[in-house]
């Protein structure tokens, strides 16, 4: 993993964040996590990966890092016999908006959940704190992340030009 933060003047190019937009595609989650402790809701943005590779994850580490942000990175060392698993997630509101500001022309698979907690991410910086829009953009999220839940093509055509 890089333990630096010197890159230099350097920028993601389109292929940098095209790529990181299909690993995450492939190997991420976005996600609203709701949490409730001692009867106070609380409401937090996630994007996380994982990977055995640690090459993959220092490639996806360097290009956040061009993007100016720095992800909370850990291993997982699931059974003698598997291989560790190496995690990345970011949780900071600011993070999660430049990330997926960077990467919504490129995602695919996961560009419903990435536009509504962009949305909503940017939302709750501006406003600050407001349940009920909180408990709403969650359940669409869950609604999401069902299994077996039904998408319509036509509409993911419509917001991906590139569909067509």
Same mark, same amino acid.
């Given at each position: 993993?890089?333990?630096?933060?010197?890159?230099?003047?350097?920028?993601?190019?389109?292929?940098?964040?095209?790529?990181?937009?299909?690993?995450?595609?492939?190997?991420?989650?976005?996600?609203?996590?709701?949490?409730?402790?001692?009867?106070?809701?609380?409401?937090?943005p996630?994007?996380s990966?994982?990977?055995?590779?640690?090459?993959?994850?220092?490639?996806?580490?360097?290009i956040?890092?061009?993007l100016?942000?720095?992800?909370?990175?850990?291993?997982?060392?699931?059974?003698e016999?598997?291989?560790i698993?190496?995690?990345?997630?970011?949780?900071?509101?600011a993070?999660?908006?430049?990330?997926?500001?960077?990467?919504?022309?490129?995602l695919?698979? +996961?560009?419903?959940?990435?536009?509504?907690?962009? +949305?909503?991410?940017?939302?709750?910086?501006?406003?600050?704190?407001?349940?009920?829009?909180?408990?709403?953009?969650?359940?669409?999220?869950?609604?999401?992340?069902?299994?077996?839940?039904?998408?319509?093509?036509?509409?993911?055509?419509?917001?991906?030009?590139?569909?067509?």
């Amino acid at each position: 993993m890089r333990k630096t933060d010197e890159l230099g003047d350097q920028h993601a190019t389109p292929t940098e964040l095209a790529w990181l937009a299909g690993f995450i595609d492939g190997e991420g989650s976005i996600l609203l996590h709701k949490d409730v402790r001692k009867g106070r809701v609380d409401y937090r943005p996630r994007v996380s990966w994982a990977n055995t590779d640690p090459a993959v994850i220092d490639h996806a580490d360097t290009i956040l890092r061009k993007l100016g942000i720095r992800a909370l990175l850990y291993e997982q060392d699931r059974a003698e016999w598997k291989k560790i698993v190496l995690h990345a997630q970011l949780c900071r509101f600011a993070q999660i908006e430049v990330l997926l500001t960077a990467l919504m022309p490129y995602l695919v698979g +996961k560009r419903a959940k990435a536009s509504l907690l962009l +949305k909503w991410t940017r939302d709750r910086i501006a406003r600050g704190k407001e349940l009920v829009s909180d408990e709403k953009a969650y359940l669409e999220m869950r609604a999401m992340n069902t299994r077996g839940a039904v998408r319509d093509i036509e509409q993911d055509r419509a917001s991906n030009p590139r569909m067509m």
